[in-house]
C-alpha cells in the first residue's frame, strides 16, 4: 500500500521560511520522480517542484523558482521541500504526489 506523508508545515512570516518533508512507503521510492503540489483557497492544484529519480533532475513553476528547492534523500524514502522568502501568496495547502499517488497535505499560511 503506497503512502506519503507530509509533514513540515505551519505558520511563517513574509520572507521566513519552512521546509516541508514528505515520507514515502508502499513502493521502489528511488526508482520514480517527486512531485510537490500546492492548492491554495479558491483556486485549482498547481504544479510546484518535480524531481528525478536520482534527484539530479529538478524543475520548479516560475512562482518559486529562486525562492524553493526540492531535494530527497534515498536512503530515508523522503522528499523535501525548502521555502524560503516566503510570501503571502504561497499560503496553500502543499501536497506530495508520486507513483500516482497523494499524500493529505500540510497547510503553509504565510502572514504577517
Known amino acids: 500500500q503506497v503512502q506519503l506523508v507530509e509533514s513540515g508545515g505551519g505558520w511563517a512570516q513574509p520572507g521566513g521560511s519552512l521546509r516541508l518533508s514528505c515520507a514515502a512507503s508502499?513502493?521502489?521510492?528511488?526508482?520514480?520522480?517527486m512531485n510537490w503540489y500546492r492548492q491554495a483557497p479558491r483556486k485549482e492544484r498547481e504544479l510546484v517542484a518535480v524531481?528525478?529519480?536520482?534527484?539530479?533532475?529538478?524543475h520548479y513553476a516560475d512562482s518559486v523558482k529562486g525562492r524553493f528547492t526540492i531535494s530527497r534523500d534515498n536512503a530515508k524514502n523522503t522528499v523535501y521541500l525548502q521555502m524560503n522568502s516566503l510570501k503571502p501568496e504561497d499560503t496553500a495547502v502543499y501536497y506530495c504526489?508520486?507513483?500516482?499517488?497523494w499524500g493529505q497535505g500540510t497547510e503553509v499560511i504565510v502572514s504577517s
Open positions: 504526489w508520486g507513483f500516482g499517488s
Open positions: 524531481i528525478g529519480s536520482s534527484g539530479k533532475s529538478t
Open positions: 508502499g513502493f521502489t521510492f528511488s526508482s520514480y520522480s
